[in-house]
């Protein structure tokens, strides 16, 4: 099972009502690809095959074609939401102005780095990853205080598929949720996530479970250490591969 952090991470900018989709398109800023999709609508990705011509062998005269590769045209809307008191587009958005800036630019400065991940919860699906031209289009939503624009990016030369799809993770533990909520001292919580089946050991608040089941690779019953009091209850689970993040759990 693949690492859905980057999915269940997507939270769109406060004012916007963008729905969420089963596909990533991370943009590179600054170094780092940053994920966009929380923030748009109407993501497509637009495929296209890159096919050869070529004899088929045996038919002399016969022709046939080899894809090659593919273009992808991905396509979708930006509500631009603005802050009241300065009128900019909010800081969780910076990624829509360096498009804007793309967009209005030309040679080199028109492209852009990207990662187009073609199902955000299964890492067997392909991931690409290569670089863009970027065009604007503007719409219009009715409202003075939000803005929508329509982005087209188109690949320059190849686009790769990755070896390794960025959801697929690193192999560490990653926890989704803790149940019951409330518990404490020599209770037992269940852990639910992904990479579990293979964990060897489990803090609670820096201090050793008391017990640790494994029952599948996605879930692990843990029993809370004595000292483990009212509050915030940090849980960390590590297997062979490294140790989770931190989980916010609260004891009772």
């Known amino acids: 099972m693949g690492d859905q952090t980057l999915y269940n991470t997507m939270t769109p900018s406060a004012g916007s009502v963008t729905l969420a989709h089963e596909r990533i398109i991370r943009l590179k800023l600054s170094g780092v690809f940053v994920n966009m ?44 939401v603005r802050d009241p008191a300065t009128k900019q587009i909010v800081a969780a958005q910076a990624w829509v102005l360096d498009l804007m800036k793309a967009a209005y630019a030309t040679g080199e400065l028109n492209k ?12 067997r699906f392909p991931a690409f990853e290569g670089k863009f031209s970027v065009t604007v289009a503007e719409g219009a939503t009715g409202y003075a205080d939000k803005g929508v624009l329509r982005f087209t990016l188109k690949n320059d030369g190849d686009t790769a598929i990755l070896a390794t799809s960025p959801i697929a993770g690193t192999g560490v533990p990653v926890i989704e949720t803790v149940t019951p909520p409330a518990q404490g001292a020599g209770d037992l919580v269940v ?21 640790i089941r494994v029952v599948d690779a996605n879930q692990l019953v843990i029993q809370l250490p004595t000292g483990t009091t009212a509050g915030a209850a940090p849980i960390i689970v590590t297997n062979d591969k490294g140790a989770s993040a931190a989980f916010s759990y609260t004891a009772g």
């Open 37 to 80: 999709t929380a923030d748009i609508n109407n993501l497509a990705l637009n495929p296209t095959p890159i096919t050869v011509p070529r004899e088929r062998y045996g038919n002399k005269g016969k022709t046939a074609e080899d894809v090659i590769g593919y273009n992808f045209a991905p396509s979708f809307d930006v509500e631009v």
């Open 112 to 123: 852009r780095t990207l990662q187009i991940i073609t199902d955000a919860f299964d890492e």
């Open 191 to 211: 852990v639910r996530g992904y990479g579990l089946g293979t964990a060897v050991s489990a803090t609670v608040k820096a201090v050793a479970a008391t017990e």
